[in-house]
């Protein structure tokens, strides 16, 4: 089941803003339901949120049709309070800070503010004066001392024409700061992983190569997840369409050439390397330096690349724990190959991937999966890529638990 968040959305030009923000924490596997201001509706109908969410959008504290839904509605708050993990505003305006800093509840998502123990973000976004004034630099500093996190907004061009702060913080930015509040444990902070991600492409010609089907999705899930749980996180990706999270070192490669350099480069510093890349087994023996002309039939000839985790697992640390990922097309057979698998790479867990599922695996927002240490098996039933990434990251402390980690 995912985790439901309440997207609180007040009346700025931002506003329209919030939907690819809602758009966003579905993809990070969160059902966000909305709440609007009466100003918030000037800028965009509920409507949008409704069809996006599937979820009914909150607007009032009141009901204005019969007496039944009149009391629906007047305690929705409470329930709402009650039932989210967390509230994050934005676009949040002067008013709504100054509302919430002074305790009002005149409307329900200042009410919802008073009466939820779930954790509060903000993210302001205004004009720069009215965000550098006193006034509102006070209520922050109340929000603040009160436990609500404060996502800063950004220097930049403004709606009203002025250049300076004020600008709402970029989605992924936002994404990763609820993705915090809803995980607080930081049970990875003394780890460094190193994640690879994404599909590698071998060139044939200057306009050609042979690629995969991967999306890098699972990759990017583990970062975000690791980087959430306190990780440091370096993020060796090849081809994918995704923005890297926020915060991550990141390292980008075509080839598994590359990624297999970029990865021993900086194997030393990795205390976890997390293999979820999908590198090319084999790569052109010769790469045509001239655009290949159709000429009748073609045959190539084709060599192997290293195994980069493999390689790994040699070079590492003793205490440096190494996850592969092995994706199946033939399901009676994926648990002995992926067993194999594992120890052909000396690694440390698998996670083995039936590929053949549709709308799971590759380029699916979801997955589902198989964990494979040498003592034990852990069944991920089908859920969202990043509550994987966070089932994954859990079997890690566990491996741990049993390899200490010494100082480097
Ligand atoms: O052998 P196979 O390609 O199925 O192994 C998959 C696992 O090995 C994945 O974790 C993948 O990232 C990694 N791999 C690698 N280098 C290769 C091929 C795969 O690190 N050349």
């Known amino acids: 089941m995912s985790v439901k968040i309440t997207v609180g959305v007040t009346?700025?030009?931002?506003?329209?803003?919030?939907?690819e923000l809602v758009r966003a924490l579905q993809t990070a596997g969160l059902d966000p339901h909305v709440v609007m201001t009466r100003a918030a509706q000037q800028f965009v109908t509920p409507l949008t949120f409704a069809a996006i969410t599937g979820h009914r959008v909150i607007t009032t504290l009141w009901a204005n049709d019969d007496s039944e839904s009149n009391l629906n509605s007047a305690i929705d708050h409470i329930d709402e309070a009650q039932t989210t993990h967390a509230l994050i505003v934005a676009p949040a305006t002067a008013d709504i800070l100054a509302k919430f800093a002074h305790g009002l509840a005149e409307d329900f998502l200042s009410t919802l503010y008073l009466a939820t123990k779930a954790p509060v973000l903000v993210a302001p976004a205004m004009n720069v004066n009215m965000w550098t004034h006193p006034a509102t630099q006070a209520?922050?500093?109340v929000l603040r001392t009160r436990g609500v996190h404060i996502i800063e907004p950004d220097n930049g061009y403004l709606a009203c024409g002025m250049v300076g702060?004020?600008?709402?913080?970029?989605?992924p930015i936002i994404v990763e700061a609820v993705l915090q509040a809803l995980t607080p444990t930081q049970d990875l902070a003394a780890e460094t992983i190193l994640i690879t991600a994404g599909g590698t492409r071998e060139p044939l010609d200057p306009v050609r190569f042979l690629g995969n089907r991967s999306s890098g999705k699972m990759g990017y899930a583990l970062a975000t997840a690791a980087l959430a749980r306190g990780a440091r996180v370096l993020l060796v990706s090849a081809s994918t369409s995704l923005n890297p999270p926020p915060n991550c070192e990141f390292l980008p490669v075509t080839t598994a050439a590359e990624m297999h350099t970029a990865v021993l480069k900086n194997l030393t510093r990795a205390t976890v390397v997390i293999g979820a890349a999908a590198v090319a087994d084999f790569r052109p023996a010769t790469v045509s330096a001239e655009k290949l002309r159709r000429t009748g039939p073609l045959t190539l000839t084709l060599e192997p690349t290293p195994d980069i985790l493999a390689e790994a697992a040699i070079h590492r640390a003793p205490d440096t724990l190494i996850i592969a990922f092995a994706a199946e097309t033939d399901s009676a057979a994926a648990l002995e190959n992926g067993r194999a698998k594992l120890l052909r790479k000396g690694a440390n867990a698998i996670v083995i991937?039936?590929?053949?599922?549709?709308?799971?695996?590759?380029?699916?927002?979801?997955?589902?999966a198989t964990l494979l240490t040498p003592a034990?098996?852990?069944?991920?039933?089908?859920?969202?890529?990043?509550?994987?990434?966070?089932?994954?990251?859990?079997?890690i402390t566990l491996l741990r638990a049993t390899s200490p980690l010494t100082p480097r």
């Open 11 to 19: 009346g700025g030009i931002a506003a329209y803003k919030a939907v």
């Open 376 to 395: 034990h098996q852990v069944d991920l039933a089908p859920m969202t890529k990043l509550t994987m990434a966070n089932e994954i990251l859990k079997q």
């Open 353 to 368: 991937n039936d590929v053949s599922r549709p709308g799971l695996g590759f380029d699916a927002d979801h997955n589902a």
């Open 139 to 141: 209520n922050l500093e």
């Open 165 to 171: 702060s004020g600008r709402l913080a970029d989605t």
